[in-house]
């Protein structure tokens, strides 16, 4: 797949094309695109990170300090118990405050929100991050206010876009993390 840079240069290097806009336009619009996706991947791993560090510390909004998973409190049991619904109810009520789903949920939250941020391992965090919110999405079948599409499904499409986009290169670590040998044997690893 041509990675934003290569499409930039291809962009600049164009002849000028009777209704194409100009090489500029096309230039301006690819860096837009660049910032936009870069913004979109940054807000991801805020909110991945986010939800993360307060179910951790019990920060108050979601939840409460007495909660917190460092004060004993579990990251899944409230939900998984009171909030999942559907087809799926009993398989999540029942792994609900499991100490191996808490780790791995907090895990994945920490994991995922870090890579985001960073612009490292996007296609990993993506995957994993994709993975972990239809997950969430089949514990509150069917969505409250939509017969199947919800918040959870969009972000699991915009972190697809921003994997097979390479939009850790920019406001990033992605095009140092892609010279590093393993990353270049391994391409999934970008």
């Known amino acids: 797949m041509e990675t934003m840079t290569a499409m930039m240069e291809r962009n600049t290097a164009a002849t000028n094309t009777p209704g194409a806009g100009t090489v500029r336009e096309r230039a301006t619009g690819t860096r837009a ?8 991947r940054l807000a991801l791993g ?3 990170l986010w939800a993360f560090l307060d179910k951790l510390f019990g920060l108050g909004l979601a939840t409460e300090g007495k909660n917190a998973w460092i004060n004993g409190g579990s990251p899944t049991k409230g939900f ?17 405050g499991a100490a191996w789903a808490d780790w791995l949920f907090m895990i994945g939250l920490a994991a995922i929100g870090t890579a985001l941020l960073l612009g490292i391992g996007v296609r990993v965090a993506a995957a994993a991050g994709g993975l ?3 997950l969430m999405w089949t514990a509150v079948l069917p969505p409250e206010n939509n017969p199947f599409m919800d918040d959870h499904l969009v972000y699991t499409g915009v972190l697809a876009l921003i994997a097979v986009t390479n939009a850790g290169d920019t406001w990033g670590l992605g095009r140092t993390w892609a010279r590093l040998p393993i990353v270049k044997r391994f391409g999934w690893l970008r």
């Open 132 to 134: 972990l919110l239809v």
């Open 80 to 96: 998984l118990t009171f909030g999942a619904t559907g087809p799926f109810q009993d398989l999540y009520q029942g792994i609900a």
């Open 46 to 48: 805020w909110i991945f």
């Open 33 to 40: 695109a660049r910032y936009l996706l870069a913004g979109l």
